[in-house]
C-alpha cells in the first residue's frame, strides 16, 4: 500500500465515524478489553449472623442458590446485566427469607416500607422507588421508572399509583405478613426498639438484597431491595435506593450494591465514592472498597458490607460487620456461598 493509498483509507474510516456520530450513533459497543466474560455477585445482607437460627440460613440459601440460578440463565443465554440483576433479585424478593419484598423488616408502625434501585451502566439510566407499602416486586417497579418515566425516584402513593398505571397489583398487608418478622416486631414494640432478642440495634441489618452483573456484552448493571433497618420509623429511606449511596453502576467504573446501616453510605456516597476512585485514580475495585468499607466507614463506625464488579470482571466483596450472605457466579456457572469472614 503506498502513502496515497494509506491517506484515502484513513480519510475513509475518519468519515465513517463522523458520520456515525453526526447521526447520532455510537459506535458500536465492545467487549472490555481482558474480559473475563460474564459475571454476577449478589448479596443477602451485612450484618451478625452468629444468633440467627439455622433454619433461617438454610432458607436463606436456598433461596440464593435459586436467585444466582436465575440470573446465571439470563447471562448464559446472552441476555443484558439489568434483565439477570432484575431477575435475581426478584427470586430473593419472592422468597420471604430476606429483609426484601415479602419478608421485609417492619417499621415502627407495623408494615413494611420497601426501598430498590436498579441502574444501567452502559446508558446510566436508573429507576428507584421508596417508602412503597404494597409492591410485592420493588426491585420491578425501580425498572419501570426508570424506563417509562422521566424521572429516577418515586416514593410512597406516588410511586404506587405508578405502579397501578403500569399494571402492577398492589398488594394487601396480609401479602407481607410474616410470622418471624411479627415475632421480632412485637419484642421490639414491647421494649421500644431496645429488644434484647436482637443481637444490637445495628447489628441485626442483615437480609437486604444486592445485585451487580457484567454481561457478554461487557456491560454492568447493579440493583438492591429492602425493606430498610430493624425499627426504623415510618417514612425514613435508607441509602439503597439512592443512586450513588447504596446502588451504582457506570461502566466507566464499577457496579456496587451495598448494605448496612444506611444513614453512613448516603454520607459517604459509598457506592459512588467506590466507583470514582475506580475510574478516576485507576484503583483495583478491591482496593477501593476496602479504603472505604474498612478504613473510611469504620473510623466513622458505619457498619455494613458492598459488592462490586468492573468491565473486567474483577470482584469486591467487603465488609466490615461479622459477616454478609454473598455469592459468585461466572461462566463455569459454579458457586459457594458464604455468610462469615472465612465460609
Ligand atoms: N442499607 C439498608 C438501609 O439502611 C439496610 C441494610 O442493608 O441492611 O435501609
Given at each position: 500500500m503506498n502513502r496515497t493509498h494509506l491517506h484515502l483509507l484513513l480519510s475513509v474510516v475518519f468519515l465513517a465515524v463522523c458520520g456515525m456520530v453526526a447521526d447520532g450513533k455510537q459506535p458500536p459497543r465492545t467487549p472490555s478489553?481482558?474480559?473475563?466474560?460474564f459475571a454476577l455477585v449478589v448479596h443477602g445482607g451485612a450484618g451478625?449472623?452468629?444468633?440467627?437460627p439455622q433454619d433461617q440460613i438454610r432458607a436463606k440459601r436456598a433461596a440464593m442458590t435459586e436467585a444466582i440460578k436465575a440470573g446465571y440463565n439470563i447471562l448464559a443465554k446472552s441476555g443484558t446485566s439489568l434483565d439477570a440483576v432484575e431477575a435475581t433479585i426478584r427470586v430473593l424478593e419472592n422468597?420471604?427469607?430476606?429483609?426484601?419484598?415479602?419478608?421485609a423488616y417492619y417499621t415502627r408502625d407495623g408494615v413494611p416500607e420497601l426501598d430498590s434501585a436498579i441502574m444501567d451502566g452502559g446508558t446510566l439510566k436508573a429507576g428507584a422507588v421508596a417508602a412503597?407499602?404494597?409492591?410485592?416486586n420493588p426491585i420491578s417497579l425501580a425498572r419501570l421508572v426508570m424506563e417509562k418515566?422521566?424521572?429516577?425516584l418515586l416514593v410512597g402513593e406516588g410511586a404506587e399509583e405508578f405502579a397501578k398505571s403500569q399494571g402492577v397489583p398492589l398488594q394487601s398487608p396480609y401479602y407481607f405478613f410474616n410470622p418471624r418478622e411479627w415475632e421480632r416486631y412485637q419484642k421490639l414494640k414491647a421494649t421500644n426498639g431496645k429488644s434484647?432478642?436482637?443481637?444490637?440495634p445495628s447489628t441485626e441489618m442483615r437480609g437486604t438484597v444486592g445485585v451487580v452483573a457484567l454481561d457478554q456484552a461487557g456491560n454492568l448493571a447493579a440493583g438492591t431491595s429492602t425493606g430498610g433497618t430493624?425499627?426504623?420509623?415510618?417514612g425514613r429511606v435508607g441509602d439503597s435506593p439512592l443512586i450513588g449511596a447504596g446502588t451504582y453502576a457506570n461502566n466507566d467504573g464499577c457496579a456496587i450494591s451495598a448494605t448496612g446501616v444506611g444513614e453512613f453510605f448516603m454520607r459517604n456516597v459509598v457506592a459512588a465514592d467506590i466507583c470514582s476512585r475506580v475510574r478516576?485514580?485507576?484503583?483495583?475495585i478491591e482496593q477501593a472498597a476496602n479504603d472505604v468499607v474498612m478504613k473510611e466507614l469504620v473510623a466513622q463506625k458505619g457498619e455494613g458490607g458492598i459488592i462490586g464488579l468492573d468491565r473486567q470482571g474483577h470482584v469486591a466483596m467487603v465488609f466490615?460487620?461479622?459477616?454478609m450472605m454473598r455469592g459468585v457466579v461466572r461462566a463455569d456457572g459454579k458457586f459457594v456461598i458464604n455468610v462469615s469472614q472465612s465460609q
Amino acid at each position: 500500500m503506498n502513502r496515497t493509498h494509506l491517506h484515502l483509507l484513513l480519510s475513509v474510516v475518519f468519515l465513517a465515524v463522523c458520520g456515525m456520530v453526526a447521526d447520532g450513533k455510537q459506535p458500536p459497543r465492545t467487549p472490555s478489553s481482558g474480559a473475563q466474560g460474564f459475571a454476577l455477585v449478589v448479596h443477602g445482607g451485612a450484618g451478625d449472623y452468629r444468633k440467627v437460627p439455622q433454619d433461617q440460613i438454610r432458607a436463606k440459601r436456598a433461596a440464593m442458590t435459586e436467585a444466582i440460578k436465575a440470573g446465571y440463565n439470563i447471562l448464559a443465554k446472552s441476555g443484558t446485566s439489568l434483565d439477570a440483576v432484575e431477575a435475581t433479585i426478584r427470586v430473593l424478593e419472592n422468597s420471604g427469607a430476606f429483609d426484601a419484598g415479602r419478608g421485609a423488616y417492619y417499621t415502627r408502625d407495623g408494615v413494611p416500607e420497601l426501598d430498590s434501585a436498579i441502574m444501567d451502566g452502559g446508558t446510566l439510566k436508573a429507576g428507584a422507588v421508596a417508602a412503597v407499602q404494597h409492591i410485592a416486586n420493588p426491585i420491578s417497579l425501580a425498572r419501570l421508572v426508570m424506563e417509562k418515566t422521566p424521572h429516577v425516584l418515586l416514593v410512597g402513593e406516588g410511586a404506587e399509583e405508578f405502579a397501578k398505571s403500569q399494571g402492577v397489583p398492589l398488594q394487601s398487608p396480609y401479602y407481607f405478613f410474616n410470622p418471624r418478622e411479627w415475632e421480632r416486631y412485637q419484642k421490639l414494640k414491647a421494649t421500644n426498639g431496645k429488644s434484647d432478642a436482637l443481637v444490637a440495634p445495628s447489628t441485626e441489618m442483615r437480609g437486604t438484597v444486592g445485585v451487580v452483573a457484567l454481561d457478554q456484552a461487557g456491560n454492568l448493571a447493579a440493583g438492591t431491595s429492602t425493606g430498610g433497618t430493624t425499627w426504623k420509623m415510618p417514612g425514613r429511606v435508607g441509602d439503597s435506593p439512592l443512586i450513588g449511596a447504596g446502588t451504582y453502576a457506570n461502566n466507566d467504573g464499577c457496579a456496587i450494591s451495598a448494605t448496612g446501616v444506611g444513614e453512613f453510605f448516603m454520607r459517604n456516597v459509598v457506592a459512588a465514592d467506590i466507583c470514582s476512585r475506580v475510574r478516576y485514580l485507576h484503583v483495583p475495585i478491591e482496593q477501593a472498597a476496602n479504603d472505604v468499607v474498612m478504613k473510611e466507614l469504620v473510623a466513622q463506625k458505619g457498619e455494613g458490607g458492598i459488592i462490586g464488579l468492573d468491565r473486567q470482571g474483577h470482584v469486591a466483596m467487603v465488609f466490615n460487620t461479622n459477616g454478609m450472605m454473598r455469592g459468585v457466579v461466572r461462566a463455569d456457572g459454579k458457586f459457594v456461598i458464604n455468610v462469615s469472614q472465612s465460609q
